[in-house]
């Protein structure tokens, strides 16, 4: 066994919405009471216990100023003037000196070469190896803090490091569009956003294997996978995938999937008598928009196009909000009772 140091370091801010940063820093009070107190799952490798903290400026001499200092941090911003804060999550691990056999038989089926090694050793495959599930929990982890609380904690820029050697860049993970769900829903009363607990939303998202694995194979496993595609700015994808996952909770075949999920969705989160035409209209701008009767800007639009094209975007986005809380609201319903999913029965009775 060698012992190495993982990092990940996110930068979340700045936040600029006053409302946002208030939410931001009580969700971040609330990850530091879980440092060492939660499991990130390593596949093969076991799991390890995170420690985590909040690296702000000045730096106090951490892993995270002697990669600033050594030049292998990629400065994407002014530290003396933002004087950004990052959260680092740490862990340290033994890494096997051989390569576990069920991580060499993937290799080569992936490759398709017999030799995976070359001038590499089996720790040097494992550390890569580890480095990969350990990518995959940051992504998990930050997606739990925006299931528990939507709109959260963005990631703006990040990285991987493995013994102080910077090793890849994190994709960024905006929240804008969680947060306006959010909004909207508060306003409307419908659907409820709520607040939940870090801790109980990361273990119950761990239950299921499949999402955990990178796959799915189930409808709410296809629900969370979609909710992991909100983590964008171009909202037409953010709508695309908020009713791909609505529709793997609400609806079973292929008829009548708009009126399915009307009737299943009233049932977990209560009438929408009052927003029946937000509905409708969701649907009905998504269906134009797919089969090419909506008119939409083109990728270098004018300002002379500006008045055309404000409907579009003022469609776009009330949908794709409603859509999004929706389908927040859904697994929010799940975490809170503890269910792995939806068994939707009919029933009879005299009346």
Not at 16 to 28: A, I
Not at 234 to 239: A, F, H, I, K, R
Not at 296 to 302: K, V
């Amino acid at each position: 066994m060698t012992n190495k140091q993982f990092s990940g370091f996110i930068r979340y801010g700045p936040i600029y919405n006053s409302t946002q940063r208030e939410l931001n820093e009580l969700v971040l009070t609330e990850i530091l009471t879980l440092s060492d107190q939660i499991e990130f799952p390593l596949g093969v490798y076991g799991i390890s216990k995170p420690l985590i903290n909040i690296i702000t400026y000045p730096y106090d001499k951490t892993e995270l100023q002697v990669l600033i200092e050594n030049g292998t941090f990629i400065e994407r911003f002014d530290y003396k003037k933002n004087k950004p804060s990052v959260l680092h999550l740490q862990l340290n691990i033994d890494v096997p000196t051989e390569v576990p056999v069920k991580i060499e038989n993937i290799l080569k089926e992936s490759l398709g070469i017999d030799d995976i090694y070359g001038t590499l050793s089996h720790i040097d495959v494992n550390t890569f190896m580890l480095q990969d599930f350990f990518e995959k929990c940051i992504y998990d982890f930050v997606l739990a803090i925006n299931l528990a609380n939507p709109g959260s904690l963005p990631i703006k820029y990040g990285f991987i490091s493995v013994d102080e050697q910077k090793v890849k860049d994190l994709k960024v993970m905006p929240n804008d569009v969680l947060f306006a769900a959010k909004q909207m829903a508060t306003k409307i009363t419908w659907p409820l956003i709520q607040n939940l607990d870090i801790r109980k939303t990361w273990e119950w998202l761990l239950t299921h294997k499949d999402f955990v694995g990178g796959s799915s194979q189930s409808p709410t496993e296809r629900g969370i996978n979609s909710f992991g595609n909100l983590f964008t700015t171009e909202y037409s994808v953010s709508l695309f995938w908020a009713i791909v996952g609505i529709e793997a909770f609400y609806t079973k075949g292929h008829g009548d999937l708009q009126n399915q999920v009307r009737e299943k969705s009233e049932l977990v989160l209560g009438t929408q008598d009052s927003f029946k035409k937000a509905f409708n209209s969701m649907y009905n701008f998504r269906s134009r928009f797919v089969h090419g009767d909506l008119n939409y800007p083109g990728t270098m639009a004018t300002v002379e196009s500006i008045s055309d094209t404000e409907g579009y975007y003022t469609e776009l986005y009330n949908s794709t909000h409603f859509a999004t809380a929706i389908l927040t609201s859904t697994i929010q319903y799940l975490i809170a009772k503890n269910w792995s999913g939806f068994n939707f029965t009919y029933s009879v009775s005299n009346f």
